[in-house]
């Protein structure tokens, strides 16, 4: 049977465990932290050579027709497909992969260089690809490496960052939000003079690919930080990570996902400090996290709210199967405002408590169900959302097509992919002395009150309707 502390670390280091594991919380730990050593990871490649080519052939048309619109909604309708292939490729390595922490903290980074490519099938590949690889590598590399990738450059401007007129959004949000965090540590003239250094970087548009625009890049002296000199882009990266303020930023952040969201300023200068004196090394500060005594705390335990993605995948994960069609995943989670390569803004995705409202924890508690039995569920009309649930055809169209008709579309997807539960499954956990108390165990990371504990005891007539009703609770929302 589980316990809450290996729930805890499950839920928290990746995206729970499934029902018939048999890990202590010994053992899972010494499995995660032996997995993420080896850094094995299964390649994400869903856009083919063809695809690639169509997209190239659309780019040269549309630079050389005069119906750009025309060329422009085909260039949008081949990226959404390979979008949605894209997001169905990564949920299913969160939901199976048995390196679980690289896919949690690549959706860390993920969020944290939140960018956002609607018309490059290629270019989210790539951002995804640089994610996984350095995920708990160094934070220095994933830092450059993201920054050049063809995502970033457009999404913040830097093409237009040129010699004869600069341009700030690249170079403030660098210190703002991914080194030094908000006020911390630089000045208004800073970010100009290193808006200055990151000139003339480029990124190709058909293929994605950085370079150097020497023409456009300023060769004059700069003065960042106090020093000067004629300074480059990566002379600027060397100096934010000089700061051991880059690395206090980083380890809060690690910390509020990780650990709490209210933060303890102690064990945040401890970790900074192990971060700094390792050379920004991610992998040796969540060891340090997750062997710790203080990470198991009672304070620490079930104090997150799940995202709708971490929520999601983690039902699958714990009830799924490697056949199961991940499908619902992306209708839920586009109701529940997080969708994967699409971030609200460059501040990314809310957290914890932001994350739930009247309207959201209603919907949250009735997906399960929804998913295991293919229920219909009440679904209100969002000004922002057209409710396709991944449908690319439905994607395309008008935005005055009926919300209800977009919403039976969608609704039929999800009865299509049932979640198929292992009856026998559940059988061998009922031959528990407490099936209830079992299986609750198995699927939260923290304990239901007694009197709902004791109210799904007496309505258990079914395992598959107990099951539902546990995922049901606001427990269930909770790790």
């Known amino acids: 049977m589980a316990d809450i ?50 997209f190239r052939q659309l780019m040269d048309e549309q630079e050389n027709n005069s119906d ?18 894209l997001r169905l490729a990564w949920l299913r390595e969160m939901v199976q992969s048995e390196n679980q922490l690289i896919e949690k903290m690549a959706l860390f980074w993920h969020n944290h260089f939140a960018t956002s490519d609607k018309r490059n099938p290629i270019a989210n590949e790539q951002l995804l690809d640089v994610l996984r690889q350095n995920a708990l ?56 003079e290193a808006a200055r250094a990151f000139t003339g970087w480029k990124v190709n548009r058909r293929t994605g690919v950085f370079f150097e625009q020497k023409g456009q890049m300023d060769q004059g002296e700069k003065t960042i930080f106090g020093k000067t000199g004629n300074f480059s882009g990566d002379d600027v990266f060397d100096m934010l990570l000089e700061n051991k303020q880059t690395a206090r930023h980083i380890c809060e952040k690690i910390y509020r996902y990780f650990v ?64 199961e069609d991940l499908s619902p ?31 959201s924890l209603m919907l949250r508690l009735q997906i399960p169900s929804a998913i295991i039995s293919a229920e219909q569920i009440d679904i209100a009309a969002k000004t922002d959302d057209d409710a396709t649930g991944g449908n690319e055809e439905l994607e395309m169209m008008n935005e005055e097509v009926p919300f209800e008709r977009l919403k039976r579309a969608a609704e039929n997807r999800v009865k299509k992919a049932k979640l198929h539960i292992d009856e026998p499954m ?54």
């Open 329 to 359: 995943i992306l209708y839920y989670s586009r109701l529940l405002s997080q969708q994967l390569f699409d971030l609200p803004n460059v501040g990314g995705w809310p957290h914890h408590k932001d994350w739930i409202d009247a309207s």
């Open 5 to 54: 502390g290996l729930m805890h670390l499950a839920h928290r280091a990746g995206f729970g465990l499934p029902l018939t594991s048999n890990f202590t919380k010994e053992t899972y730990l010494k499995t995660l932290l032996e997995k993420a050593k080896e850094g094995q990871i299964n390649e994400i490649k869903v856009i083919d050579d063809q695809a690639i080519r169509r």
């Open 260 to 323: 709490n969201p209210l933060v303890d300023e102690k064990r945040v200068e401890d970790l900074s400090d192990l971060m700094y004196k390792n050379n920004y090394e991610i992998l040796p500060v969540l060891e340090a996290v997750f062997t710790s005594d203080w990470f198991y705390d009672t304070k620490n335990v079930g104090s997150q709210i799940k995202s709708p993605i971490e929520m999601l995948a983690g039902l699958y994960r714990q009830l799924g199967h490697e056949e």
């Open 68 to 85: 750009k619109v025309k060329f422009n909604r085909q260039i949008i309708l081949l990226s959404q497909k390979c979008q949605i292939a």
């Open 137 to 192: 590598g160094n934070f220095g590399t994933l830092l450059r490496q993201v920054s050049k990738t063809s995502v970033m450059m457009r999404y913040l401007n830097n093409q237009q960052n040129t010699k004869k007129s600069p341009n700030e959004n690249f170079a403030r949000e660098v210190m703002e939000l991914f080194t030094l965090g908000r006020d911390n540590g630089y000045t208004e003239q800073d970010i100009k």
């Open 426 to 479: 559940l059988e061998s956990i009922a031959s528990e002395k407490d099936f209830t108390a079992s299986i609750s165990e198995r699927l939260l990371c923290v304990n239901l009150k007694s009197d709902v504990l004791q109210q799904i005891k007496s309505s258990e007539d079914q395992r598959l309707a107990t099951l539902k009703r546990i995922l049901s609770t606001p427990e269930y929302q909770i790790c």
